[in-house]
C-alpha cells in the first residue's frame, strides 16, 4: 500500500465513524412534510452512501476483523443487518416519494441503520482499534482507493443530490461567497497589476 496514502488518509475507524455521521446526520434532515423532491434526493444519498458503505466493511473491515477476532457475535450480525438494509433500499427505491409508505420505508431504514451503528460504535470500533491498531492507517488508506473506485461512476449523481438536499439559505451563502471570492480576487489581481 503507498506510504503517502496511509499516511494522510484516517484510520479505518475513523472512516467507519464519518460515514455513520454523515448518514445520520441526512436521516435528520428527512421530514415528513419535506419537499417530494427533496425527499428522494435525501433518500437517494441515504440509499447510495449506505451500499458504499457496506460494500466497503464488508471488503475490508469485516475480513480484517475476523483475522484479529474469529469469535465476535457483533461482527456475526453485521452481514445480516446489512442484508436487511439492503432489502430495505430496494424497496425504498420503488417508491414515489409522495407515497405514504416512502416515510414508513424511510424511517424502518433509519431505526435499523440507527441500531446498526450503534453497535459497531460502541462494540466493534473499540475492538478494532485494540486489535487492529498496527493496521488502521493501512486499512484507512485501503477504504480510501476502494471508496473512490465505488463512488466515481455516481460522482453527478451524488453532486445533483448534495445540490437538492442543501436548504435555499445555504445555497444563496454558498453563491454569496463565490461572488465574494470572485470579487475579491478580481480586486488582488487589478491591484498586482498597478504595483508591478
Do not use: W
Not at 441515504?46 to 457475535?73: K, T, W
Not at 433509519?110 to 446498526?116: D, E, L, Y
Not at 486499512?139 to 445540490?163: F, Q, W
Amino acid at each position: 500500500m503507498n506510504q503517502f496514502l496511509s499516511k494522510i488518509s484516517p484510520s479505518i475507524t475513523n472512516m467507519i465513524r464519518m460515514d455513520h455521521t454523515h448518514v445520520l446526520a441526512t436521516f435528520h434532515q428527512y421530514e415528513v412534510d419535506t419537499p417530494p423532491k427533496t425527499k428522494q434526493a435525501l433518500a437517494k444519498t441515504v440509499c447510495l452512501a449506505l451500499e458504499i458503505h457496506a460494500q466497503l466493511e464488508e471488503e475490508i473491515f469485516y475480513p480484517a476483523m475476523r483475522e484479529a477476532q474469529s469469535d465476535n457475535a457483533v461482527l456475526d450480525k453485521s452481514v445480516p443487518e446489512h442484508d436487511e438494509m439492503r432489502t430495505l433500499i430496494a424497496r425504498l427505491r420503488t417508491l414515489d416519494p409522495t407515497d405514504p409508505e416512502h416515510d414508513r420505508v424511510f424511517m424502518s431504514l433509519m431505526r435499523a441503520v440507527m441500531h446498526h451503528v450503534a453497535d459497531e460504535e460502541t462494540t466493534l470500533l473499540p475492538q478494532a482499534e485494540l486489535g487492529l491498531a498496527d493496521r488502521l492507517g493501512e486499512l484507512g488508506a485501503k477504504m480510501t482507493k476502494r471508496r473512490l473506485e465505488l463512488s466515481a461512476p455516481h460522482a453527478g449523481e451524488i453532486a445533483s443530490n448534495t445540490v437538492r438536499t442543501m436548504p435555499a439559505s445555504s445555497m444563496a451563502l454558498a453563491a454569496g461567497a463565490l461572488l465574494m471570492g470572485g470579487y475579491m480576487l478580481k480586486q488582488t489581481f487589478r491591484h498586482r497589476r498597478h504595483v508591478d
